[in-house]
């Protein structure tokens, strides 16, 4: 099963994907952890990309897609992958749907974990990451409403979208996800 996972800064993506690799035996690519992964290990991408992650901008296409692009070419991908936090915008859509054509894996679905703003707020304040502060979080909600959401009808269209609600306790939400992925899973 190929998965993307799709929804704003604080949507507690990471939460629920640590749970669904578990239950579907998916490989969890997450741009954000490589990113972070990159920074703390000082490579020349890592360095890049702070700059950006510091703002709360998006990294710029190319550096994602090169590290997206090394990382399913990885044999755990070969049984099915949870993408979080990729792709956030067209032209990395547009890439990874290259990508996949090229290797005739297509995506299964993509979930959007729907939740509103004055939320995300709450949540994100009470987290304590370096880029958590009232400044960075605000940018990055701007990002994912000019350079994310687009992608919801990206996907609509091809008729991929599936929509959740994110609000509700981790267990709530777990449960309305699964009854979306059960029928996909082999
Ligand atoms: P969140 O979704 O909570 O903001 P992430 O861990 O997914 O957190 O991402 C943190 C930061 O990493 C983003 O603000 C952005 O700078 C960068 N980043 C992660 N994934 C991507 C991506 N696919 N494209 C561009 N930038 C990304």
């Known amino acids: 099963m190929r998965i993307v996972f799709i929804g704003p800064p604080g949507a507690g993506k990471g939460t629920q994907a640590e749970r669904l690799i578990e239950k579907y035996k998916l490989a969890h690519l997450s741009t954000g952890d490589m990113l972070r992964a990159a920074r703390d290990a000082g490579t020349e991408i890592g360095k890049k990309a702070e700059a950006f992650m510091s703002r709360g901008e998006l990294v710029p296409d190319d550096v994602i897609m090169a590290i997206i692009a090394e990382r399913l070419a990885e044999p755990d991908c070969r049984g099915g992958y949870l993408l979080d936090g990729f792709p956030?915008?067209?032209?990395?859509?547009?890439?990874?749907?290259?990508?996949?054509?090229?290797?005739?894996?297509?995506?299964?679905?993509?979930?959007?974990?729907?939740?509103?703003?004055?939320?995300?707020?709450?949540?994100?304040?009470?987290?304590?990451?370096?880029?958590?502060?009232?400044?960075?979080?605000?940018?990055?909600?701007?990002?994912?409403?000019?350079?994310?959401?687009?992608l919801l009808d990206y996907y609509?269209?091809?008729?991929?979208?599936?929509?959740?609600?994110?609000?509700?306790?981790?267990?709530?939400?777990?449960?309305?996800?699964?009854?979306?992925?059960?029928?996909?899973?082999?």
């Open 88 to 150: 956030r915008t067209i032209a990395q859509a547009e890439a990874l749907d290259a990508m996949l054509a090229k290797k005739t894996t297509p995506l299964d679905a993509v979930v959007e974990l729907r939740v509103a703003e004055e939320e995300l707020f709450n949540r994100l304040a009470g987290r304590g990451r370096a880029d958590d502060n009232p400044d960075v979080i605000r940018q990055r909600l701007v990002a994912y409403r000019r350079q994310t959401e687009p």
């Open 156 to 186: 609509a269209e091809k008729g991929l979208l599936e929509v959740v609600d994110g609000l509700g306790t981790v267990e709530e939400v777990f449960d309305r996800v699964t009854v979306v992925l059960d029928p996909l899973a082999e």
